[in-house]
Nanobody, 120 residues
Framework: VQLQASGGGLVQAGGSLRLSCAASGNTFINYEMGWFRQAPGKQRELVARITSGGSTNYADSVKGRFTISRDNAKNTVSLQMNSLKAEDTAVYYC???????????????WGQGTLVTVSS
C-alpha cells in the first residue's frame, strides 16, 4: 500500500485547509487510517483516526476543529482543518493500518509528510 498526501500550505490563523491522502491497493477498506503531525522539536502525535467502519477519534487539541473522513470507493482519507491556530503548524502525515499497543501506536504504512504552516 502506498499513501500519497496532499493539501498542505500556508494559512492565516483562523483559516482552513483540507488534507487528502490517496491510497493504492484494494485492501484500504479494511484498514484503520489516521493523520499524525510532527512539529519542530516535538514528537509525532496522532491527530485523528478513523476505523474501517467510520468511527472517529481526535486528539483533544483538535476536537471540534478538525474532521477526518474517508471514501472507501475512492481509497481516500481526508482531514478538514478549521479554525487553525499557530500551534497547528507541523508536518502532517497520512497513516495506514493503525494498531494500538498499550499507549503506543504502530503504523504499517506512512505517506510522505505535507507541511502546514499557520501564521499568527
Amino acid at each position: 500500500v502506498q499513501l500519497q498526501a496532499s493539501g498542505g500550505g500556508l494559512v492565516q490563523a483562523g483559516g482552513s485547509l483540507r488534507l487528502s491522502c490517496a491510497a493504492s491497493g484494494n485492501t484500504f477498506i479494511n484498514y484503520e487510517m489516521g493523520w499524525f503531525r510532527q512539529a519542530p522539536g516535538k514528537q509525532r502525535e496522532l491527530v485523528a483516526r478513523i476505523t474501517s467502519g467510520g468511527s472517529t477519534n481526535y486528539a483533544d487539541s483538535v476536537k471540534g476543529r478538525f474532521t477526518i473522513s474517508r471514501d472507501n470507493a475512492k481509497n481516500t482519507v481526508s482531514l478538514q482543518m478549521n479554525s487553525l491556530k499557530a500551534e497547528d503548524t507541523a508536518v502532517y502525515y497520512c497513516a495506514g493500518k493503525l494498531k494500538m499497543y498499550g499507549t503506543l501506536w504502530a503504523v504499517d504504512y506512512w505517506g510522505q509528510g505535507t507541511l502546514v504552516t499557520v501564521s499568527s
